[in-house]
């Protein structure tokens, strides 16, 4: 197999749960060796989360976001271990850490005292929001962001309880973000001969992702509120009802909307001064789908389907998960993978989300267990000549 792009970096991964896991594992995908670093004893805490196992005591939440990494257990609190870590330094591109925001300095592990050893190191601190402000010290979760990002205020339906978006999207948005940032740092870095500090956030990621959200509120002067399937600068651009349930449907802009009448035999609203644009529809959404919902429930929703198609406007089935991993997409696309691990046999998991014609990625290491690289990594550093031989402790 041809060395993958980022075949030769080394990334030393101080961080616990969903960002910076997320993010390191998908620097791991592309050919770089992640040395994840975690506390004796417990391991990142995501190894004991969640409400169910497969087969060992590691949680499929650990799972899902480790592969492609060694493992060892240091107590950073410890000089001993500190020097362990500094050793690793002096052989690393790149740290990832999401402590609170001072934890990394208390313990010595801080970007300034890291970049002293190598200066070349690209360090990524991902925290609930920020290194700096007001908000710096408080608490941050994913749940926690989507609220104080605006998200929450703008998801699920109107006049219901607020509603979390399913996905975390500010825990995997910083990840995604923060692979970008390194990857930057690390071409920049080609140029300068010097690393940098990155400062990444939940709150930012939430925030960043929020394109049509905020463009709503500087347009119109309103913060927008909750609408459902509904798309906020398209319309019809959402769930419909059939007469055996629901699909959507995607007539985003002025010649799909023309075919989509033609297709569901209302050509008159064509000529509705209220329909007459989507910038139209979009003001008008309520009592376009309100005129549109009586016409949807004459047929069953495979056949709009298949006629939305059959003419080119876009239309879909609301899968479930269980359908979404099976259907004859993501299995053509390779979106469902086996792995195999030392305790748990074979386990699913979701395969590579984009693909790499030249340079294929694999999972070249399964999750690892706690600690069960300490030995070899050991002894890659004492053959180096950066750490001292452990002394046998006697009888």
């Given at each position: 197999m041809p060395n993958l792009p980022l075949a030769g970096l080394r990334v030393l991964d101080i961080s616990q749960v969903m960002a910076g896991p997320f993010c390191c594992m998908l620097l791991g995908d592309m050919g770089a060796d992640v040395i994840k670093i975690e506390p004796p004893r417990t391991g990142d805490s995501t190894r004991?989360?969640?409400g169910f196992r497969l087969k060992g005591e590691d949680s499929p939440g650990f799972l899902a976001l480790n592969r492609n990494k060694r493992s060892i257990t240091l107590d950073l609190k410890t000089d001993a271990d500190r020097e362990v870590l500094y050793a690793l330094v002096k052989t690393a591109d790149i740290v990832v850490e999401n402590a609170r925001p001072g934890v990394a300095k208390r313990l010595g592990v801080d970007y300034d005292t890291l970049a002293a050893i190598n200066p070349r190191l690209v360090y990524a601190s991902i925290s609930g929001f920020g290194q700096t402000g007001p908000w710096a010290q408080r608490p941050g979760f994913d749940l926690i962001a989507q609220a104080m990002s605006g998200i929450l205020s703008s998801n699920g339906f109107p006049g219901m309880e607020p509603a979390k978006n399913s996905i975390a999207v500010a825990d995997l948005g910083a990840g995604l973000f923060s692979v970008y940032a390194i990857?930057?740092?690390?071409?920049?870095?080609?140029?300068s001969g010097v690393g940098q500090y990155i400062d990444a956030s939940l709150l930012e990621a939430a925030l960043g992702l929020s394109i049509w959200e905020t463009t709503e509120l500087w347009g119109t002067g309103k913060p927008p509120t909750p609408i459902g399937s509904a798309n906020r600068m398209s319309a019809p651009y959402q769930a419909m009802k059939a007469s055996d349930g629901w699909f959507v449907i995607g007539a985003a802009n002025q010649g799909l909307w023309i075919i989509f009448l033609d297709v569901i035999g209302r050509p008159e609203l064509q000529r509705d001064p209220r329909y007459a644009t989507n910038a139209n529809r979009v003001v008008n959404r309520e009592q376009?789908?309100?005129d549109l919902a009586p016409t949807f429930l004459t047929r069953t929703r495979q056949e709009w389907i298949d006629a939305l198609l059959g003419a080119g406007v876009p239309a879909a089935p609301i899968l479930d998960y269980g359908e979404a991993v099976t259907s004859e997409q993501a299995i053509a696309r390779e979106m469902v993978m086996t792995v195999k691990h030392p305790v748990e046999g074979e386990f699913k998991a979701l395969g590579?989300?984009?693909?790499?014609?030249?340079?294929?990625?694999?999972?070249?290491?399964?999750?690892?267990?706690?600690?069960?690289?300490?030995?070899?990594?050991?002894?890659?550093?004492?053959?180096r000549g950066l750490l001292a031989p452990r002394k046998e402790v006697a009888e």
């Open positions: 004991h989360s969640m990857l930057s740092a690390i071409i920049g870095r080609e140029a376009l789908i309100a590579f989300p984009v693909k790499m014609r030249g340079t294929p990625q694999a999972v070249r290491l399964p999750p690892p267990l706690l600690d069960e690289h300490g030995d070899e990594i050991r002894r890659e550093l004492v053959a």
